[in-house]
C-alpha cells in the first residue's frame, strides 16, 4: 500500500438540486496501484451517505488495491463533502453516484481540489463495480437500475431494493416520521434549500395512509430491474430484522425474470458487515467474482455453485441453482383445531368439519415476538397453526405469503404472521411480516373497514432458506397489530374463515407429514419457550444504529 496513488476529485453531476448557482459536486477519494504508464484498472466503489461519521472504505482499500483495483469511496449528494441535496433514496442520489460511473468512462467532468481537471480514462479502464452494506448496498442496487454503461457488476449487501418495504409493512409505518429522520441524519444542510425540502420529503411520504404512492415508485428499483446490466452478487443475513429479508428475495426474484447473472450468499447473522464476520469464506468467492466480471479472468466461476449459504448449525452449505431443484410453492390449508390443542396446516384441501371460524382479540398495541411460545396453551390474543411433526425434514427457500379472510370488529386493523420452526423445547421464529388490513385491494388505497365486514388479504413473509429437521412442526402464528403508529391504539378482535384462509411456501422434500387432515391424531402438548433470533426494534434511534452499524464495520 505505500506505492499507492491516492486522489480527491470532485465529480460534477450537471444539476444544481442545492440552488446555489453552481453544479453540485460528488466528492470521490480514489486509492489505485501504482501502475505502469499506460495501464488501466479497473475499480471498486464504496457510495455511502455516512462518511460524515469517520466511515471510509478500509478493508476494501486494503484487501483490493494489493489485487489490482482502484478503490473509490463516494461520498452520496448533500453529505460529507459533497454538495446538492440528499433524498432518502431518490433521483438525487441515484443520479449523483452515477455520475462518477460516467466520470470513470469519460462522460462526466472531474476536478482536484486545485481546480485541475482529472482525467479517470488516464488510470482506470471504466469498467466499474459497486459494493457496500446497508444504504451503502442500497445505492449500488440503485444505480445498476439505472442501466449505466460501464458498470459491470455490484456486490449489495443487506440492501434496500425498495425504500417503501424498508419502511412500511405493506401499509404500516414502522416508525413516525422516519424519513424525516434519515435525512435528517445523513445530511450536512449546508443549504437552506436542502433542510427546507425535508418537511416535504416527509410529507410525501405519506405516513397517515401508510400507503405506496408516486413518490414511493421513485425509490422502488423493482421498477426498472429489466435495465440491468450489471452481474449481481447478493448478500444477506437471513435473521436481518433491519433491511428485512424481503429485499433479498424479491431482488433476487427480479434477477431471475430478466435472466441477470447472479450469486447469493446468506448467513446466520444480522445486519452486519460480512467481510468481517466470515473472513475468506466471504472475501475468496467476493474477489473470484470481481476478477471476472472486471478483470475477466478465466477462473472457473461460472461453474462454482449459484448459492452459498450458512446453515442452522453454523456449517456451510452450497447449491447449483438458488432455489434448489425440487423446490416448489406449497398450498397450506389453515385448520381448525378439531380436538387438537392447535390448529392445522395442511396440503390437503379445506376441513368442512368443526368451526372454520376461529377468532381471538389483540392484547396490545404491538405483539412481542413471545406470543409463539408454548404453542398448545390456550391464548385468546393469537391463532396457532402447525402441521404434524414431520417424518422427514423439508426445506424452505424463498418468500411465503399467507391470505386470510377476516373480519374485524373495528375501522382500522394490523394482522402479523410469524412462520415459526417449532419444537418440543423451543420456538424459533423463521420470519415475520406484518400488514394492514385496510390495503386489502391495494397497497396504493387505504380504506376504512366496515366492522363484520369480511376482507381477503394477501402480503408476502419475509425470504428464508430454512431447514424445518425431521420431528419439528412448521407453524404459522397470526395476531392483531396496531395498524398505523399515528393513531390511537384500539383493541381488535378478529375472525378468520379458515376455510378460505392458508399458508403459501416455497419447500422442498417430503410433505407426507403435511397431508394428513388435523383431526388424523392428537397433538401433543408442546412447551416451546421462544429462542430467537429478535425482532426489530421499536426504538427508531437503535434501529439506525443498526442501519449504520452494518454500513461502519
Request: proline content about 5%.
Amino acid at each position: 500500500m505505500t506505492e499507492a496513488v491516492k486522489e480527491v476529485v470532485n465529480v460534477e453531476t450537471g444539476f444544481d438540486r442545492d440552488r446555489d448557482g453552481k453544479t453540485d459536486t460528488i466528492k470521490v477519494e480514489i486509492t489505485r496501484p501504482n501502475a505502469a504508464e499506460g495501464a488501466r484498472v479497473p475499480m471498486i466503489i464504496h457510495a455511502s451517505p455516512y462518511f460524515f461519521q469517520g466511515s471510509r472504505a478500509a478493508w476494501e482499500t486494503d484487501f483490493f488495491v494489493p489485487r489490482g483495483y482502484a478503490v473509490a469511496t463516494v461520498a452520496l449528494p448533500g453529505t460529507d463533502f459533497s454538495t446538492g441535496c440528499a433524498d432518502v433514496g431518490g433521483n438525487r442520489e441515484v443520479l449523483g453516484t452515477k455520475a462518477v460511473i460516467d466520470w470513470a468512462n469519460g462522460r462526466a467532468n472531474g476536478f482536484h481540489p486545485d481546480g485541475s481537471k482529472a482525467d479517470a480514462t488516464l488510470w482506470t479502464d471504466g469498467k466499474t463495480g459497486m459494493i457496500g452494506v446497508s444504504w451503502d448496498g442500497t445505492i449500488a442496487n440503485a444505480v445498476a437500475s439505472t442501466g449505466v454503461e460501464g458498470l459491470k457488476t455490484i456486490v449489495p449487501v443487506a440492501a434496500i431494493s425498495s425504500w417503501y418495504d424498508y419502511t412500511r409493512g405493506n401499509g404500516i409505518p414502522f416508525y413516525e416520521e422516519y424519513v424525516k429522520f434519515l435525512n435528517d441524519y445523513v445530511s450536512h444542510y449546508n443549504s437552506q434549500v436542502c433542510e427546507d425540502m425535508t418537511p416535504t420529503l416527509q410529507a410525501k411520504s405519506d405516513d397517515p395512509t401508510g400507503s405506496y404512492n408516486k413518490w414511493w415508485s421513485v425509490r422502488d428499483y423493482h421498477i426498472d430491474a429489466s435495465k440491468l446490466k450489471a452481474s449481481v452478487f447478493l448478500v444477506h443475513g437471513l435473521t436481518d430484522e433491519n433491511v428485512k429479508t424481503r429485499h433479498f428475495g424479491e431482488w433476487w426474484d427480479d434477477l431471475v425474470k430478466n435472466g441477470v447473472e447472479r450469486r447469493l450468499f446468506l448467513h446466520q447473522d444480522q445486519h452486519v458487515e460480512p467481510y468481517y464476520e466470515f473472513g475468506s469464506t466471504y472475501s475468496t468467492p467476493l474477489l473470484q467474482w470481481f476478477d471476472y466480471y472486471l478483470q475477466g479472468l478465466d477462473n472457473g466461476l461460472p461453474n462454482e455453485p449459484q448459492a452459498i449459504i450458512q446453515r442452522e448449525n453454523k456449517s456451510w452449505s452450497t447449491d447449483t441453482v438458488w432455489p434448489p431443484v425440487g423446490t416448489q410453492d406449497q398450498k397450506l390449508q389453515l385448520t381448525s383445531p378439531l380436538g387438537r390443542p392447535a390448529g392445522a396446516l395442511t396440503t390437503q384441501p379445506a376441513n368442512v368439519r368443526g368451526d372454520r371460524y376461529l377468532t381471538f382479540k389483540q392484547s396490545s398495541d404491538y405483539s412481542s415476538d413471545s406470543i409463539v411460545s408454548s404453542p398448545t396453551s390456550p391464548r385468546g390474543d393469537r391463532l396457532v397453526f402447525m402441521t404434524d411433526a414431520l417424518a422427514e425434514q423439508v426445506r424452505q427457500s424463498g418468500t411465503a405469503s399467507v391470505t386470510l379472510r377476516v373480519k374485524v370488529d373495528r375501522k382500522a386493523a394490523g394482522l402479523q404472521a410469524r412462520v415459526v420452526d417449532y419444537t418440543n423445547g423451543a420456538a424459533y421464529i423463521v420470519s415475520r411480516t406484518i400488514a394492514d388490513l385496510g390495503h386489502h385491494k391495494s397497497w396504493k388505497v387505504k380504506e376504512d373497514l366496515v366492522p363484520g365486514t369480511w376482507y381477503e388479504i394477501t402480503w408476502e413473509i419475509n425470504a428464508d432458506d430454512r431447514i424445518f429437521a425431521a420431528g419439528h412442526n412448521l407453524g404459522l402464528v397470526i395476531t392483531a397489530e396496531k395498524p398505523n403508529p399515528l393513531i390511537a391504539y384500539e383493541p381488535v378482535t378478529a375472525t378468520v374463515d379458515t376455510r378460505n384462509s392458508f399458508l403459501t411456501i416455497p419447500l422442498s422434500g417430503s410433505l407426507k407429514s403435511m397431508a394428513s387432515l388435523a383431526s388424523a391424531r392428537e397433538l401433543a402438548p408442546m412447551v416451546a419457550p421462544l429462542v430467537g433470533p429478535a425482532g426489530p426494534s421499536r426504538d427508531v434511534n437503535e434501529f439506525i444504529r443498526e442501519f449504520f452499524h452494518g454500513s461502519k464495520q
